[in-house]
């Protein structure tokens, strides 16, 4: 059972659109949310990170985390073509090295 | 600069042959990674390790091993290589657990195995 799952698989959004990435963590000890973007063909770089409840805002990214749900959402306002990509959730627990990813959400965003 | 360097980037193998793959990192990270990655599944992590000689299976360690004599470097073997082992492979490094754990990727290494 995948720990860290995200939805939707795929996401098409309009040129100066809104796109919302979820992802939620079903194992109870999770503490660290982040955020990562992989252009095709290209490496993952981490986007985003949140540890706390609450929202986190930079720039047009904003991500907000639910640490009773263990759920977490990435918001790309005036969404640009160059933001088309796979992004990718991970979590770690306190006193972990391991890092899970999520299957990743492709978001294409059309001129 | 921080940076992680991999190497073969594109690698084809026949299936049986041993395969090396290398990964090097600048920062002195004590902690790095090996994951694969394939269409659909994401990043699955194959191996950890925490510093030199001490490394710890990860969710796919079958038919994998690891070695780490240096601390900026860290190596993933493949002994007799199988189809199904083609994929893309990326190290990563980071300076620690909990909220220092932000991972930093090589551009990943392609491997075919024929």
């Known amino acids: 059972q995948q720990k860290v799952q995200q939805s939707p698989e795929s996401l098409i959004v309009p040129e100066g659109g809104m796109a919302s990435l979820n992802c939620t963590s079903s194992?109870?000890?999770?503490?660290y949310f982040w955020w990562y973007r992989q252009h095709s063909g290209k490496s993952p770089k981490m986007l985003m990170?949140?540890?706390?409840?609450g929202e986190k805002e930079e720039g047009r990214f904003t991500v907000h985390l639910n640490k009773a749900s263990l759920h977490t959402s990435l918001h790309i306002r005036d969404s640009q073509p160059s933001d088309s990509a796979l992004y990718l959730c991970a979590a770690s627990d306190t006193n972990a090295y391991k890092v899970i990813f999520g299957k990743g959400t492709h978001l294409h965003v059309l001129p | 600069d921080m940076k992680v360097t991999q190497m073969p980037r594109y690698l084809i193998k026949r299936m049986g042959e041993n395969v090396l793959l290398e990964c090097g990192q600048d920062m002195s990270h004590e902690t790095m990674y090996w994951y694969r990655q394939d269409p659909g599944l994401g990043l699955q992590l194959i191996y950890i390790?925490?510093?030199?000689?001490?490394?710890s299976e990860g969710d796919i360690p079958k038919g994998y091993r690891v070695s780490r004599k240096k601390r900026e470097h860290f190596s993933l073997i493949l002994d007799s290589a199988k189809t199904n082992q083609t994929s893309v492979y990326f190290c990563?490094?980071?300076?620690?657990?909990?909220?220092?754990?932000?991972?930093?990727f090589g551009e990943g290494s392609r491997l075919i195995v024929v």
């Open positions: 990170s949140i540890f706390s409840n």
């Open positions: 390790s925490y510093d030199v000689d001490s490394n």
């Open positions: 194992d109870r000890n999770v503490d």
């Open positions: 990563a490094s980071s300076s620690g657990t909990g909220a220092g754990n932000t991972l930093y």
